[in-house]
T-cell receptor
Framework: GQNIDQPTEMTATEGAIVQINCTYQ??????LFWYQQHAGEAPTFLSY????GLEEKGRFSSFLSRSKGYSYLLLKELQMKDSASYLC??????????????FGKGTKLSVIP | DGGITQSPKYLFRKEGQNVTLSCEQN?????MYWYRQDPGQGLRLIYY???????QKGDIAEGYSVSREKKESFPLTVTSAQKNPTAFYLC????????????FGQGTRLTVV
């Protein structure tokens, strides 16, 4: 099985920078995804990391360390519309060769003025 | 427009009745998934399918059934055997299983009374 941990809630100020961490334990690791989900809506894709290092995409960046089982999502220049849940998801192959995408419980980010 | 469509958005059923949730995609994706989301629980995988006429159980398959007779369609039946069916159900698809982002439908909120 897989174990994915991320903080339940975070609060940050508009214009600031926030880092949301995700740790995971899995076998057959094949990539880590970050999704954004506004309340009552479907998740939308933010980033994908399969190799170690930092991937930057506008105000959002994602980092991966496979040896540490660790990733973070960095949000810069926070805006009120960034208030949402951020889901860490791990792709992995099982022993039988099937691929699963497993999600963490999500981190609810509240951006305050 | 290409996308993934779930219907209906809200669904009410009486306890003891089976109900089928629709999921259709015109993205030509091979892989399709069903997730359940409860407050504080994140997304939990119910069933997934890699190709037509093939599907695998996820982490919480008990009380659910699926079919994949067509590439575009992956309906989920919530049976009377599911003890706590009231939840937000999300369908997703991806172009293949490895490293591809999953696109989500808008979800179906099922309430069983």
């Amino acid at each position: 099985g897989q174990n994915i941990d991320q903080p339940t809630e975070m609060t940050a100020t508009e214009g600031a920078i926030v880092q949301i961490n995700c740790t995971y334990q899995t076998s057959g690791f094949n990539g880590l995804f970050w999704y954004q989900q506004h309340a009552g809506e479907a998740p939308t894709f933010l980033s994908y990391n399969v190799l170690d290092g930092l991937e930057e995409k506008g105000r959002f960046s994602s980092f991966l360390s496979r040896s540490k089982g660790y990733s973070y999502l960095l949000l810069k220049e926070l805006q009120m519309k960034d208030s949402a849940s951020y889901l860490c998801a791990v792709g992995a192959y099982s022993g039988a060769g099937s691929y699963q995408l497993t999600f963490g419980k999500g981190t609810k980010l509240s951006v305050i003025p | 427009d290409g996308g993934i469509t779930q219907s209906p958005k809200y669904l009410f059923r009486k306890e003891g009745q089976n109900v089928t949730l629709s999921c259709e995609q015109n993205l030509n994706h091979d892989a399709m998934y069903w997730y359940r989301q409860d407050p504080g629980q994140g997304l939990r995988l119910i069933y997934y399918s890699q190709i037509v006429n093939d599907f695998q159980k996820g982490d919480i398959a008990e009380g659910y059934s699926v079919s994949r007779e067509k590439k575009e369609s992956f309906p989920l039946t919530v049976t009377s055997a599911q003890k706590n069916p009231t939840a937000f159900y999300l369908c997703a698809s991806s172009i293949d299983l490895q490293g591809a982002e999953a696109f989500f439908g808008q979800g179906t909120r099922l309430t069983v009374v």
